[in-house]
Structure formats: structure tokens, C-alpha cells
């Protein structure tokens, strides 16, 4: 057995005597563009974890993805995820985690990620197209009564870099979308999703779009829109 995937069942065993209700699997590995907002990010979640009382546990190694060990947490968090980064028998073990009940979020690039593996892009919600420069632009709450939008507001003016899709899935729950108007180089018309939510094949799956800046991980906005995505994920209730 490899080293590797030894360490990582030795954690999933330590690891069942916390609560799967309580603990989230933050994965940023990169066969693509890697973000340098990717240390900030973990920084932020697992500080998150500790003012909110759930466990954050980081990698970037893919031996993560078994059976065994992935029904060990209750969310899976795709930060800044790019390329190719799950074998054929990953794939299989992250779909029957989503089709027993398993939660994702994906952060920003989690949508430039696994673009030959049709059910990911159905889970995540959309595919990356392109990009403008970064730039300020303006966010519509188009979903006021979602657990994660609820304190934001009829609007947000915010600075990112603002990302066009492609094969959105129809089936998603649009919770923010950015005004075309409000900024240079949107592609995507007058209802152009940045934020979006829906239960898929038998789990449930938060995406945002924002994340491409160490500056997004210190916003407090940002940050309680995103924990409350991930308390979505998990299954929480309230």
C-alpha cells in the first residue's frame, strides 16, 4: 500500500470520532491555473472552522477520494480546483458520496475543473468560458430568502475577477447574479449567474463564483455567504 494512501486511512479512522455533521474536506489540488488566493482561502476556512465550531481538514492529495474516507465528512470543498485532478476510480468513489447524501461547494475555479466528466458539470453548475481584467462590479440578489444571501441585501458592489460560463445546468437555483452593465467583458446577457445552489442526484451542491482574490477571503460578506453555503451542504437545517 502506498504511503500516502496509508496516512489517509489512518486519518479516516481517527477521524470518525468527530461527527461527520461537523467536518468539511477543503480540496485544492491543481493540474491547471493555480490561484495564489489558494493559502488564503484554507487560512480563512479553517479559522471559519474554529469561530464556528466545525473541523476543516485541507489536501491537495486525491488518495482522499475513497469510499472510507470521503463518507467521513459532510461537505467537500472544490477551492480553486483547476485541470484534471481525479482518476476514474475517484470519480466513482465522489459520485457515490453525492448519491448517498454527500454535500459540495465549489469556489471559483472549482467550474475550470474536470471538463470531460459530464456529471461533475452538473453537480458544480457550469463550466469556465473566460474572464475580463479584474474589476469592481455590481452583484443583484436575485434569491433574498436563501440561507446564504439573506444578509446581503438588493445589491453588492464588490471587486473579483468575474468569470463567463458555459453549459450552465438549467436546473440550478440562481442566488446572485452580476449586472453585464456594471462592468467590461460579461458574456453571459442580462441574467448572468454568480452564485447558485441545487440538490443534485441525491446530495446537495453550493457553488460561488467569487474567490479569485486574497482580499475576497477577508470579506466578511463573502465569508458568511460562503459559511452559510457550506452549512447548506452539510445538511444543516438552520
Do not use: C
Not at 1 to 26: H, N, Q, Y
Amino acid at each position: 500500500m502506498k504511503t500516502s494512501l496509508l496516512l489517509v486511512l489512518l486519518f479516516a479512522i481517527f477521524s470518525s470520532f468527530t461527527k461527520k455533521e461537523d467536518k468539511v474536506l477543503v480540496f485544492s489540488k491543481t493540474e491547471g491555473f493555480r490561484h495564489g488566493a489558494i493559502e488564503a482561502g484554507i487560512a480563512s476556512l479553517k479559522k471559519m472552522g474554529k469561530e464556528k465550531n466545525f473541523t476543516v481538514v485541507a489536501t491537495e492529495d486525491a488518495a482522499f477520494f475513497t469510499k472510507d474516507v470521503l463518507e467521513t465528512y459532510a461537505a467537500v470543498i472544490f477551492l480553486n480546483t483547476t485541470g484534471d485532478i481525479l482518476n476514474d476510480a475517484q470519480q466513482v468513489a465522489f459520485e457515490n458520496y453525492i448519491k448517498t447524501g454527500g454535500g459540495f461547494v465549489g469556489v471559483h475555479a472549482a467550474t475550470d475543473t474536470e471538463y470531460d466528466w459530464p456529471w461533475y458539470n452538473k453537480l458544480v453548475g457550469a463550466y469556465f468560458l473566460n474572464h475580463p481584467k479584474q474589476q469592481e462590479a455590481t452583484l443583484t440578489i436575485v434569491d433574498k430568502k436563501h440561507r446564504s444571501t439573506k444578509m446581503l441585501g438588493d445589491t453588492w458592489q464588490k471587486f473579483d475577477e468575474w468569470y463567463n460560463f458555459k453549459d450552465i445546468n438549467p436546473d440550478i437555483n440562481v442566488l446572485i447574479e452580476i449586472d453585464e452593465s456594471s462592468y467590461e467583458g460579461g458574456k453571459n446577457g442580462a441574467h448572468h449567474p454568480m452564485s447558485w445552489y441545487h440538490n443534485y442526484d441525491g446530495g446537495r451542491a453550493f457553488y460561488t463564483g467569487m474567490g479569485h482574490t486574497d482580499e475576497t477571503f477577508g470579506n466578511p460578506k463573502f465569508l458568511e455567504h460562503l459559511y452559510e453555503g457550506i452549512k447548506y451542504a452539510m445538511g444543516h437545517k438552520k
